[in-house]
Structure formats: structure tokens, C-alpha cells
């Protein structure tokens, strides 16, 4: 049914989201690897969910990052402005670490962003999930969401046909909130970001030192 859906998108692009964050004030501006919050199962966290998994990095890569985000997040925006470009060409693109983000949204309109960032043409959910965070403050804030949205959609390739079509697909919906709720019941996810690095748990938005401290005592 597309009711439950489109009460939801009216919630979204008509009021301001409250953006849902975590801050561990230690985590955030400590320059030394934080110690782990606790460890999972990789090969139970590393199982195919409703979703194909978006992977950037080699699959070979001796270090997997599973991070759980949310897109109204402002420290998952800061992970991903400021600590992910760093990250990326140091391990990633290097082939020691490879990276999944999986979705976890608190409210209507982090919700309504993945979907967008779904429905985007091949290979471009991850520059489009890249572009939401940078833009945040446009649409993540704004009293009505919709023309933002549907700017930074444009820019992706969507028509307005298109744009109306994604946010009214009930499964993708289902779908996104069915990865939300396995992090939560599974792993214990219960604020954003929340990383997995090689099975152990971190929480709130490392930076590059942190990050960094921790791969290389992997490696």
C-alpha cells in the first residue's frame, strides 16, 4: 500500500526533519584509536540482507567497514565530509579496506534520501549519497524538502515521472527499514553512525586519526 508512504513523504517534504545524531564527545576529537564498544559475528553481520550490499573498495581488502547511517544525520555528515575523501584514498583506494553503508533512518526524510540514492541509475549511489550529505543544510533543515530533493535528483538523472515514482515504492521502503531493523535487533545499532570495522563496534563520527590508528593496527 502506498497510503502509509505517502502520509510519510507529506511528513518529509512539508516539515523540518529532526535530525537525529549521536555525539561522544571523547570519539569525536580524541587523536588515538577509541577502544571498541563490543564485537559481532562477521559472517552473521556480512549476510545477505533485502538490499544489495553497495561495496566501494575490492572485496579482497584485508579490512571491511559496515557502517550504519542515517541521512539527516549531521555527524554522519561530518564522517562523510570530512573523514571519508581521507579514508578513501588512503585505504580504500589502495585495496586495504573496502566500505558498505547500510541504512538506518530516523525519521521520514532520511528514509525518503535513501530511497533517492536506490533508485538512482547504476553507479551512482554513492555520489549521490555524497552529494545529500554536502547539501544537508539545503534540504535535511528546510520547511519543505521537495525542491531541493528534487534538484539534487536532477543532477542524478531523474525525472520529475521518476522522483514521484521512487518515493511511492512501498518495497523499497519495506526494504530500507527492514535493514534498520536487523541492525538494531541483530547488531545493537541504536544511534548514528555506528561502524563495524572487522566485526568490532565503534560509534559516533571518527575522524581520520581515529579511523586511521585503528586500520593500521589491522594491517
Same mark, same amino acid.
Given at each position: 500500500?502506498?497510503?502509509? +508512504? ?12 529532526? +535530525? ?7 570519539? +569525536? ?108 543544510d539545503e534540504w535535511a533543515r528546510a520547511q519543505n524538502a521537495r525542491a531541493p530533493l528534487m534538484n539534487i535528483a536532477k543532477l542524478a538523472g531523474f525525472t520529475q515521472e521518476s522522483f514521484e ?55
Open positions: 500500500m502506498t497510503k502509509t +508512504l505517502f502520509t510519510r513523504r507529506s511528513a518529509l517534504l512539508s516539515g523540518a526533519a529532526v +535530525l537525529a545524531t549521536v555525539a561522544v564527545p571523547q570519539l +569525536l576529537w580524541a587523536q588515538s584509536a577509541p577502544s571498541p564498544e563490543g564485537e559481532v559475528d562477521v559472517d552473521k553481520l556480512m549476510e545477505t540482507g533485502p538490499l544489495e550490499e553497495i561495496v566501494v573498495g575490492s572485496e579482497d581488502a584485508p579490512i571491511t567497514v559496515v557502517e550504519y547511517a542515517s541521512m539527516t544525520c549531521g555527524f554522519c555528515a561530518r564522517f562523510h565530509t570530512q573523514t571519508w575523501p581521507a579514508i578513501k584514498e588512503k585505504y580504500i583506494d589502495t585495496g586495504k579496506a573496502r566500505f558498505i553503508l547500510r541504512e538506518f533512518p530516523f525519521d521520514p526524510r532520511a528514509a525518503a534520501a535513501f530511497m533517492l540514492a536506490r533508485c538512482a541509475p547504476a553507479g551512482k549511489y554513492v555520489p549521490m549519497i555524497d552529494v545529500l550529505y554536502k547539501q544537508q515514482a521512487c518515493l511511492t515504492d512501498q518495497k523499497l521502503l519495506d526494504d530500507i527499514n527492514t535493514v534498520r531493523e536487523r541492525g538494531s535487533a541483530e547488531f545493537g545499532v541504536n544511534a548514528t553512525p555506528t561502524f563495524f570495522i572487522n566485526g568490532k563496534k565503534y560509534s559516533g563520527a571518527l575522524t581520520v586519526e581515529q579511523m586511521s590508528a585503528i586500520f593500521d593496527d589491522l594491517l
